[in-house]
């Protein structure tokens, strides 16, 4: 190469503001979606959302155009999509707009099952009618009645359901193959719950965002003394009865390494992790009062109170009490759970609807007054 060529500064990259994330159970995709959120207001995008006063998008039916609010309306011009739903490709994509960025999260089966086991206790019958985890898996059959299977979702292949394919097929080779590389088809990135700074960077560099767009504080995670522990013939157990699961993380783990080695480097992506990390600590001496999320009975502002369910305590986050107003309105968005999140995107972005009912106080009164 001539020395002219290599003085031709790389061109930057313009961040993608149609993105689809394909949100999965119990792999820190509430995080995701408050990242997708966000950066949606930030630059005033147009955000899929539920319809009427769901805030799922049909899950855990297959996906349907129609399930979006106003599409009948708006069209093909939606630019983010993240709230749950059974992916369905052609649907979604009746929805989206031809160069949209899909991307999704999965999670090691191992952890994500005794997760679900612990959230789902009350809705899965064969999560209820066992005394624990441990119990369920030294024989799921016993438990896992193939009639109950709409409400037993989560307790078997829960990430190869959502991703819109059968969660109780036979695990045959072939079959598996050719759904690994229909997911591939269909999304441009698979991030990996387990090392998820690193997705972050991941995230931020495929999508050419700013570190500030995937700053996080985790969100809907539980306290420590509801997890329970596996035995190793447990774990054991998970890789067999969800084999489908355990193939998809395996090759998407493989993938995400791979992916990360040919783009940024692990150099690369250590320093910036270190540098999110440090970010995300400066952010939180900055919002919350404590320096950690805080159990359920100690969330002082109510309208802040995560959605709670089966036997996990979901924690959540106190602000400090005399943030300035610009920096109060950053840290409530960061901190806002899931359902209060949906609920007020919604308020502003269908003002003449009737708005979601959350039964809980309103911090949108105050969110308004831009």
């Known amino acids: 190469k001539s020395h002219k060529e290599l003085l031709i500064p790389p061109t930057p990259c313009h961040a993608k503001t149609n993105v689809m994330f394909l949100k999965t159970h119990k792999t820190a995709s509430s995080t995701v979606l408050n990242i997708m959120f966000r950066f949606a207001e930030r630059y005033n995008l147009t955000i899929a ?10 899950y855990p039916r297959t996906f349907l155009a129609h399930f979006v609010e106003g599409f009948e309306t708006i069209g093909q011009n939606y630019n983010i999509m993240c709230n749950h739903l059974r992916f369905n490709p052609l649907e979604v994509k009746k929805v989206m707009a031809a160069n949209t960025f899909y991307f999704s999260i999965l999670r090691n089966p191992i952890p994500l099952l005794e997760s679900s086991y612990i959230y789902y206790k009350n809705n ?6 066992s005394k624990n985890v441990n119990e369920f898996l030294a024989s799921p059959t016993k ?8 409400e037993n979702i989560y307790a078997r292949n829960i990430m190869w359901f959502d991703f819109g394919y059968d969660n109780n097929a036979e695990d045959d080779t072939r079959y598996t193959q050719a759904i690994l590389e229909e997911i591939e088809q269909n999304f ?5 719950a387990d090392y998820f700074d690193e997705s972050m960077i991941l995230l931020k560099h495929a999508l050419c965002w700013d570190l500030d767009d995937v700053i996080y504080f985790k969100l809907n995670s539980r306290s420590q003394d509801t ?14 009865w969800c084999s489908l699961d355990w193939k998809l993380y395996l090759h998407f783990n493989q993938s995400f390494w791979r992916r990360i080695e040919e783009t940024i480097g692990l150099e690369v992506l250590e320093k910036e992790v270190d540098h999110l990390r440090t970010r995300q600590k400066e952010l939180m001496e900055t919002c919350l009062s404590e320096q950690e999320a805080v159990r359920k009975d100690h969330i002082r502002n109510k309208a802040l109170l995560p959605f709670q369910s089966g036997a996990a305590n979901i924690l959540g986050y106190n602000l400090k009490q005399d943030l300035d107003n610009r920096t109060l309105r950053i840290c409530q968005k960061m901190v806002m759970p899931e359902l209060q999140y949906t609920s007020y995107l919604y308020t502003v972005q269908h003002p003449h609807k009737k708005r979601k009912e959350l039964g809980l106080p309103l911090l949108w009164t105050s969110l308004q007054e831009k």
């Open 49 to 58: 959302l539920p319809a009427d006063q769901l805030f799922h998008l049909g």
């Open 124 to 129: 899965v019958p064969a999560f209820r009618s």
């Open 143 to 150: 438990y896992y009645h193939p009639a109950d299977y709409r």
């Open 188 to 192: 441009h990135l698979i991030l990996i």
């Open 227 to 240: 997890v329970q522990t596996l035995t190793p013939e447990s774990e054991e157990q998970i890789k067999a």
